[in-house]
């Protein structure tokens, strides 16, 4: 069973429901940064969630976007430019965070990981293992030759479920078609879903208990409001993805 796999293994431990932390928590802070790293950390984060691109030196570095438009106003791609390059842009203070530095700086912090480019697979295998974080890591993906790849390399860390996947599943799901959730879930350990796909909830009692049944976890994405976070919990989910990981701290603190 996907529970039996689960236990044990750091990025599982400790008390459900869990608070992952959006790029961190960046109110005051640029977002996938150090600084937002820790901010979130000491406000109840159980989990900081963050995505991946590389560098055009192969450098698996922190960041949302292809570009770098959104967060400091420079229109080129992160794979445009070389680690020296990047560490030259100003970005309030911080500048683009590299993977490894993110997990050597927080050695017992859990990341959940969110590969975004296929040429970030090298860089981000590489980091992972030299700062030896591999159960302290989630792998995530919306592609599954591209998160299967990361696990394979790095002995089949925690992974979530990537949207190839997940159509099935809440398919599955909403049809009642248990086997084939089960089936579209098989080797992975966790959902990470908006609470609707194709028009169809993802969290409604029928759809928790059905993931629930195939073994996974269920983390909902990116849920922000107090009375949603208070929904959410009170539904039986496992995790809340959000900018806000203070106010699901605090919800979570009064659920429990």
């Given at each position: 069973?996907?529970?039996?796999?689960?236990?044990?293994?750091?990025?599982?431990?400790?008390?459900?429901?869990r608070v992952i932390a959006h790029r961190g928590l960046a109110l005051e802070h640029p977002e996938n940064s150090i600084d937002a790293f820790r901010a979130a950390l000491d406000a109840g984060a159980t989990h900081l969630e963050t995505d991946a691109h590389a560098t055009r030196d192969g450098i698996a570095v922190l960041a949302h976007d292809r570009d770098l438009s959104r967060v400091t106003g420079d229109p080129r791609r992160v794979g445009d430019l070389t680690r020296a390059e990047l560490r030259g842009i100003p970005r309030g203070g911080d500048g683009i965070c590299t993977?490894?530095?993110a997990?050597?700086?927080?050695?017992?912090?859990?990341?959940?990981?969110?590969?975004?480019?296929?040429r970030a697979v090298p860089g981000?295998?590489?980091a992972i293992r030299r700062a030896g974080a591999e159960e302290r890591v989630l792998v995530a993906s919306f592609r599954t030759a591209r998160r299967r790849k990361v696990a394979r390399a790095l002995g089949n860390v925690p992974t979530s479920a990537s949207s190839e996947q997940i159509v099935p599943a809440v398919l599955g799901a909403s049809l009642h078609l248990r086997p084939l959730t089960r089936v579209a879930l098989r080797g992975v350990d966790a959902v990470q879903i908006p609470r609707s796909v194709l028009g169809l909830p993802t969290?409604?009692?029928?759809?928790?208990?059905?993931?629930?049944?195939a073994g996974v976890e269920v983390h909902v994405w990116t849920i922000n409001d107090p009375a949603e976070i208070d929904e959410l919990l009170e539904l039986g989910v496992d995790g809340i993805v959000s900018?806000?990981?203070?106010l699901v701290f605090e919800a979570v603190k009064r659920f429990r």
């Open positions: 069973m996907r529970a039996a796999r689960r236990a044990g293994r750091p990025w599982f431990a400790g008390a459900l429901p993977l490894f530095d997990l050597q700086t927080f050695p017992s912090a859990r990341f959940n990981l969110d590969v975004k480019d296929p981000v295998i590489d969290t409604s009692p029928t759809a928790i208990a059905a993931f629930h049944r900018d806000r990981c203070d």
